[in-house]
């Protein structure tokens, strides 16, 4: 451990229900906020669910070739648009990115569900009009790795670049590999996350299909409910965030903002059931575990919580169980960020450890909304609920589960010389 390098935080990308721009997605989740709404990209008038927390009004601005865009996949136009603002906010200027070393520098951005778009329309094409009109793109539209290699080739970074695709837990994978990458010393500087963009026809008909997401369209900004036992299934929400991370000595020569330190992270898998983790979320315990281990801090050190949470009663009381397990309770504050945005998939992870990084650099930690009527098993957990807190993070931990039994915790703290 002795031969690692640090790894700090220096700058972010969103795209979001709430915009693009990080301090206004932190902004909007202090607030307590609402992004879900109703569905008004394509009629879903006979679907049971008919909200999401869909990207409005996305632009790509001066981030992406303007025919370019007319072309790729939203989940791509993402990507792209996340990984720029990410290096912007970090202090670079895109005209000039000549001080990294580009074969040093490298990205790490997975998606869950890839070019969900570009399939389907394709797969209408082919049936209505033959092979031959098949866009002979629509193979590189629809591969997980083309958000991130297609990012690669307007900025030029040439060190490691490839994509994980893990559900739910995508981004997180993707930020804990980024990190052993700089920790190893094969990269100075990489670009991590993850990108979704699957609410379309398709994509909400298959998990209508699941019956795991919420119906309730008389009321969508009240339907994602973490550890509320009026939960009705999940929210699906949409997007994408990139987290710039730098070995601390790489940011500290250039002198960069540093809003938190990545201390360490694990993975693993429950080997279970498709949806369902293990009882009594034994494998999600030991992946927190596993985390503290090789972030090298005592479980006792951690004070803040950003959950998984979905809304599901399987998954919301296995991660509860294992909290209760591993951390000490009477120092420990939970939020569950999914009950504003909803659940983005592949892309929850990084915008969940976004929000995680924003509580610690800003001292200021978002509610959890629509928790009126919690789960008797959140007894003794303090959930931040209704209003921000005004909390110094000591130690931080940001989970994320997919289907298939896929884990991960991310460990953040604040910087310290």
Known sequence: MKDRKRVVVTGMGVVSCFGTDVDQFYDSLLEGKS????IEAFDCSEYPTRFAGSVQNFDTENYVDKKQARRIDPF???SMVGGKKALEHAGFSLEDLSAIDKKKAGILIGSGMGGMKSFSDGVVTLQEKGFRRLSPFFVPYIITNMGGALLAIDVGFEGPNYSISTACAT?????YQAAEHIRRGDADIMLCGGSEASITPIGLAGFVACKALSTRNEDPQKASRPWDKDRDGFVMGEGCGVIVLESLEHALKRKAPIYAEYLGGATNCDANHITDPKEGGVGIAQCMELALQDAGVSRDRVNYLNAHATSTLAGDLAEVAAVKKVFDLSK?????TKSMIGHCLGAAGVLESIATIMGIHRKRLHPTINVENP???????DIIRDKALDFEVDVALSNSYGFGGHNASLVFAPYKK
């Not at 981004?171 to 930020?175: P, T």
């Not at 420990?332 to 569950?336: Q, S, T, Y």
């Open 35 to 38: 992004g879900i709404g109703p």
């Open 76 to 78: 791509i136009s993402y």
């Open 171 to 175: 981004s997180s994978y993707c930020i």
């Open 332 to 336: 420990l504050k939970m939020n569950a």
């Open 375 to 381: 789960e008797p098993e959140l007894e003794g957990i």
